[in-house]
Structures are given as structure tokens and as C-alpha cells.
T-cell receptor
């Protein structure tokens, strides 16, 4: 595609339910990032995939958060047993070398 | 462990030049300076990057001091649409390390 695509654009879920957020990066981009942005806050790094290397998971806030990247392309961020503090915009970015390109994000609301 | 320091906010009159400073006193020899911006409710957008020479593109100019310990992003003729949070990042120009955003500078362009 022309850019990074994220789905869904909005997700409302009940506390305690699991959610999956999807990211389709730009074709050929080897690096993929997930970030979280709470209302009025900065970009919080979550996880980073680079090629076939082991992902850098150092930003995941708890073991309820996990992410996969299948076939070096599409990535899914999974949040288990969602909590209200998980409410935020989740942003995905992909990069080949110098520039990172961001999707428009998934706005997650936990009620 | 932020590698950059930016003022939290700045104002600029429409049509005037916006000069956004960034300190990166611990930058290493192989690290580039990158600038991104995030307009409200959108994903961050790449603006420009440089190593040691001044750079210019259709969006902005980047001035890097000779000792590379600081830089300035210049928007030559700011418009209301340039109101955004501007992030200065230093990193090597490959994907061997994650892309971390600091708190940035919130630029408000006023009529």
C-alpha cells in the first residue's frame, strides 16, 4: 500500500477483554515499531521489530502486552485483560532506513 | 535517557520564521539529527535529517552547529497548519536501534 495502515481506527472494549490491533507496514520496510500515546502525553515506545532479529520488547508495560510480526510484514499487538489505563492511541510505524512512516493509529477505549 | 533537550513550548506569528532549538551535547560521531512533527490527532511525520552539514528541503531547514552539540529547525514562513509538536531525535541512520521520542516542543502558530 501507499502508507502504513492500522486497523481498526477505533476500538471500544470492556475492561477485562482481550484486543488485537493490526498494523500493515509499507511493503519492503524491514523495521516496525509500536508506540502508545495517552491523551496529552508523548509517544511511549512499546516494541520494535527489525528484520529477522529478536524483537526489542523493552517498552512493553506489562506481560498483558505482546506483539507478533508474521512473515516480516503484518504485525499484531495484543492486549490481554484490558484495563482502563490501557486507553490510548496505539501507533505503528515502519522504516527501511532513514525515515519512519507512521500510521494514523488505533484509538483504544476501555470502559 | 533522553539524548536531546528541547523547550516545551514556543509561539510564532503566522508568516514569520519559526526557529526550534535542540540540544544534543552527547551526540556521537555516527549519529544523525532527525526532526519529526506530530499534528494533533495524526501520526508523526518525518521532516528532515542531517549529520553535520546544513540541510534544506521543501518543508524546512536544519542548521547544525559545527561541534554538532545543538541544532535548529527552521520553518521559514510558518502557517497555522504548522502548529504541532516537534521532536528532535538523534540516532544512527539504520535500523539497529529503536526510535525513541522525547517530549518535543509544542509550537503554536498564531494569526
Amino acid at each position: 500500500g501507499a502508507g502504513v495502515s492500522q486497523s481498526p481506527s477505533n476500538k471500544v472494549t470492556e475492561k477485562g477483554k482481550d484486543v488485537e490491533l493490526r498494523c500493515d507496514p509499507i511493503s519492503g520496510h524491514t523495521a516496525l515499531y509500536w508506540y502508545r500515546q495517552s491523551l496529552g502525553q508523548g509517544l511511549e515506545f512499546l516494541i520494535y521489530f527489525q528484520g529477522n532479529s529478536a524483537p526489542d520488547k523493552s517498552g512493553l508495560p506489562s506481560d498483558r502486552f505482546s506483539a507478533e510480526r508474521t512473515g516480516g510484514s503484518v504485525s499484531t499487538l495484543t492486549i490481554q485483560r484490558t484495563q482502563q489505563e490501557d486507553s490510548a492511541v496505539y501507533l505503528c510505524a515502519s522504516s527501511l532506513s532513514l525515515k519512519a512512516f507512521f500510521g494514523q493509529g488505533t484509538r483504544l477505549t476501555v470502559v | 535517557d533522553a539524548k536531546t533537550t528541547q523547550p516545551p513550548s514556543m509561539d510564532c506569528a503566522e508568516g514569520r520564521a519559526a526557529n526550534l532549538p535542540c540540544n544534543h551535547s552527547t551526540i556521537s560521531g555516527n549519529e544523525y539529527v532527525y526532526w519529526y512533527r506530530q499534528i494533533h490527532s495524526q501520526g508523526p511525520q518525518y521532516i528532515i535529517h542531517g549529520l553535520k552539514n546544513n540541510e534544506t528541503n521543501e518543508m524546512a531547514s536544519l542548521i547544525i552547529t559545527e561541534d554538532r552539540k545543538s541544532s535548529t529547525l527552521i520553518l521559514p514562513h510558518a502557517t497555522l497548519r504548522d502548529t504541532a509538536v516537534y521532536y528532535c531525535i538523534v540516532r544512527v541512520p539504520d535500523n539497529t536501534d529503536k526510535l525513541i521520542f522525547g517530549t518535543g516542543t509544542r509550537l503554536q502558530v498564531f494569526p
